[in-house]
């Protein structure tokens, strides 16, 4: 299997560097969203001081013509941080810096979805809306073939790998055990994680989070999941259909509940929101990945678990629809719902932005209301 020549090079050799002493700076690795919407960036500046909250970390900037989101002429672009957390790589006293996207003229970059999330999340604050998204992906070598599949053929079909154990069903697992301790490390809210139905595919939960959270934890462990996936040598790969054929694709499920939703006789106040969304189908689809829906349109086939992307549906403990209300939600009256469209490549911020316009603010019709 294609692994990268990185790969190769002695982490023995580089570990002995990396204990040396670091003195009183702070190493700060400023991470953001590419003018594809689903690519990070990255670049490190040296502090002296360890910064305590965002308010410590000064802005900085980069060249937007090669990020693809600014014209050479004039590619200036500003990186303004907007969370913090501790950096598994380099370890204490350094950070990882999320960050929003300014254009040269200080209006939000094309694909900073994260300024209008946050606004539509201040708006509904009393309300305490929750998110937990699942985050599927493919662990693929250099060469785009899966981790571990014969180099001239397919694995056995679907039916071992979902939750699989063994060497024959569990395709990457020190990634995923990488990956999963160093987001418990940095402050990233993961709640979980589990094999998946394809081999090398795999999921991690991020949540419980309220509001703005949800997209900055999930954007925060889809960076350290990249760079785990680089020291390794392979690729993380969030193409909701990796692979074509009788095999399934990978989403971001997200679940959502208000205060309203978690207290007793809730379940009206689920049944209502699931009542609006069938209204919206097409505006959520066209949030629900970062090609406008063309990229879901490979996965929600209505097969494979999944339900088809030109009707909307929803029901109790039923894999096959748009909306699933969990089995313990039904019979406690109470909790949340689990919108199952979204893509494995979608925008967190685009998706918890939609679902607060449409359940919370009543908007309606195939546009985003401008407060």
């Known amino acids: 299997m294609a692994t990268s020549a990185s790969a190769s090079l002695s982490k023995a050799i580089k570990q002995q560097y990396m204990e040396l002493p670091q003195g009183d700076k702070v190493q700060a690795m400023y991470i953001w969203v590419d003018g594809t919407g689903e690519g990070l960036r990255c670049k490190t500046r040296t502090l002296d001081f360890e910064p305590k909250s965002i308010e410590d970390l000064p802005e900085w900037n980069f060249d937007g013509s090669s ?29 990882l810096v999320l960050c929003e996207v300014q254009k040269y003229n200080r209006k939000p970059a094309e694909t900073n979805l994260r300024i209008t999330c946050k606004k539509m999340m201040e708006m509904v604050a009393d309300q305490h809306p929750w998110f937990g998204m699942e985050q599927e992906y493919t662990i693929l070598g250099t060469d785009g073939h899966p981790f571990g599949w014969p180099s001239n053929g397919f694995p056995g079909p679907q039916g071992p ?34 094999a998946e139905v394809m081999p090398a595919q795999w999921e991690f939960q991020i949540g419980p989070c309220e509001g703005i959270d949800m997209g900055d ?31 399934n694709g ?30 919206r189908h097409e505006y959520h689809i066209r949030a629900y990945d970062p090609k406008g829906g ?10 494979h678990e999944t339900s088809n992307i030109h009707e909307f549906s929803a029901g109790v403990a039923n894999r096959g629809a748009s909306i699933r209300i969990p089995r313990s939600v039904g019979q406690e009256k109470r909790g949340y719902f689990e919108d199952r469209r979204p893509s494995a490549n979608c925008d967190p911020y685009g998706v918890t932005e939609a679902l607060i316009r449409t359940c919370l603010l009543n908007e309606e019709g195939e546009e985003p209301t401008d407060y």
């Open 67 to 95: 990020t693809y989101q600014a014209e050479g002429s004039n590619s200036d672009m500003y990186l303004i941080p907007a969370a913090m957390f501790r950096d598994p790589f380099r370890r204490d006293p350094n950070k």
């Open 161 to 194: 790998y979902y939750c699989g154990v063994g060497a024959d069903k569990a395709y990457g697992r020190d990634i995923v055990e990488a990956h999963y301790r160093a987001c418990l490390y940095a402050g990233v809210n993961i709640g979980g994680t589990n």
């Open 217 to 247: 934890h999930l954007w925060a462990a889809r960076f350290i999941l990249h760079r785990v996936c680089e020291d390794f040598g392979v690729v993380a790969s969030f193409d909701p259909k990796p692979i074509p054929g009788n095999w």
């Open 250 to 279: 990978a989403g971001c499920h997200t679940n959502f509940s208000t205060k309203e939703m978690r207290e007793d006789g809730g379940l009206k106040a689920i049944e209502d929101a699931i009542e609006k969304l069938g209204k």
């Open 294 to 303: 063309l990229d879901n349109a490979r996965r929600l086939t209505g097969r």
